[in-house]
């Protein structure tokens, strides 16, 4: 009986796939969509959904945003309340 070598992967099916583009979802992109719905988001809004502190939320919106170029409203609801929308 001979033995026959079979080659690495033969029999094994190769397609040839288009490699999916996926959009990186960042937490700043999160950040943004937020405050671009229209009734805005507030502070504790943002901090659960990105899992940010205050300090950190603040900081991304005067910093990363700015350097976007992306304006940031800040106003004063009823029961003290500040929302913030991008404008």
Known sequence: MSKKKVAAGAGTKTTSRKRESKTKVTKIGQLE????KPEGAT??????ALEWQ???IRG???GSLKRK?????GEQREGGLRV???I
């Open 43 to 48: 502070i504790e809004q943002l901090g659960k």
């Open 69 to 73: 170029g992306i304006s940031v409203a």
């Open 84 to 86: 913030y929308r991008i």
């Open 60 to 62: 991304a919106i005067a």
């Open 54 to 56: 205050t300090h950190s």
């Open 33 to 36: 969509a937020m405050l671009r």
